[in-house]
């Protein structure tokens, strides 16, 4: 099966297009990003980032990463993260449930 973006959520700076989902928990999205994705945290929610197009920076709790195409990082409950440059993000979500991301930027 070949993972294709389609129907694109745009949400300003960045959009989001579902590429498959495993049950209403558990999915993987791809994330392009043109700018800054502020920082936000997740209650319950487990995030696993592949860089899979261009390149940014991306911060997890207190260390920042400059991130490329083929670089993984893994992002816990709890965890405050953000991203920016211009990009593109395999996103597999783990334990994801609506109304669990808390901005801290606006």
């Given amino acids: 099966m070949r993972l294709e973006a389609k129907d694109w959520v745009d949400r300003?700076?960045?959009k989001v297009?579902?590429?498959?989902?495993?049950?209403?928990?558990?999915?993987?999205?791809?994330v392009s990003i043109d700018g800054k994705i502020g920082e936000h945290?997740?209650?319950?929610?487990?995030e696993v980032f592949v860089i899979v197009r261009g390149s940014g920076v991306m911060g997890?709790?207190?260390?920042i990463f400059e991130v490329g195409c083929g670089d993984v990082l893994l992002c816990k409950p709890g965890s405050i993260h953000f991203a920016e440059g211009k990009m593109e993000i395999?996103?597999?979500k783990y334990n994801y449930a609506e109304n669990d991301t808390v901005w801290l930027e606006s």
């Fill in 17 to 30: 297009s579902k590429l498959c989902v495993f049950d209403e928990r558990t999915f993987i999205q791809l």
């Fill in 60 to 63: 997890i709790d207190n260390r």
């Fill in 12 to 14: 300003g700076n960045y």
């Fill in 90 to 92: 395999l996103v597999f």
């Fill in 41 to 46: 945290y997740h209650k319950i929610q487990t």
